[in-house]
């Protein structure tokens, strides 16, 4: 298909489209060198090769595979132009994100609890990374949300129904991406030592 062609509003689009996806490919590539930097430090000697994962984060890791399900859910509902479910099922959304963020943060709390910070005398080069892998994720948690938001609003405003759903999907493509990232990071941490 030549990208040139069509109306303008396609090409706007395409446009939207392409660039979300550039910026999940650069996303990927920092999480990438962050993985591999723990995979290369883990031949340190004072690496912990024993540390266990918070259960928070297991939690975690439910909540957001069903925040997951829930955006399918709405987008579906979307389509078959039901207002009132699609309202239901983004909201069930943006709490699902706010408590895997609560979780995130228990899962920290416990961490401290075995006697890691973040820096400083009680500190490890491997709690460490797990700190920043997981801030960071965090962080684009939180833009998730807020583009989330964006989407009730919109939403409100009648903005989208079953042909006219770009914002939404996009919002959903960068859900389901977040979604997936933290499966793949809490994987990763899991069975990586």
Known sequence: MD???????EKNKRAKKM????AIISLIMSFAAWTSAFIVS???PDWLKDFQLPNAFIISTVIIILSSLSFILAKRSLKTNNGKATTLWLFITLVLGIIF??????????I???GYNFTGPTSNVTMSYIYLIAM???LHVVVGLICLLVVIYNHFKQKYNSVNMLGFELAATFWHFIDILWIYLFL???FVR
Do not use: A
């Not at 660039?19 to 550039?22: C, S």
């Open 3 to 9: 990208l040139t062609q069509g109306t303008t509003e």
């Open 19 to 22: 660039m979300l996806w550039f």
């Open 42 to 44: 883990s031949s340190r």
């Open 101 to 110: 963020i609560y979780n995130q943060f228990v899962g920290f709390k416990q």
């Open 112 to 114: 401290i609890d075995l």
């Open 136 to 138: 960071v994720h965090i």
């Open 188 to 190: 990763f941490l899991y």
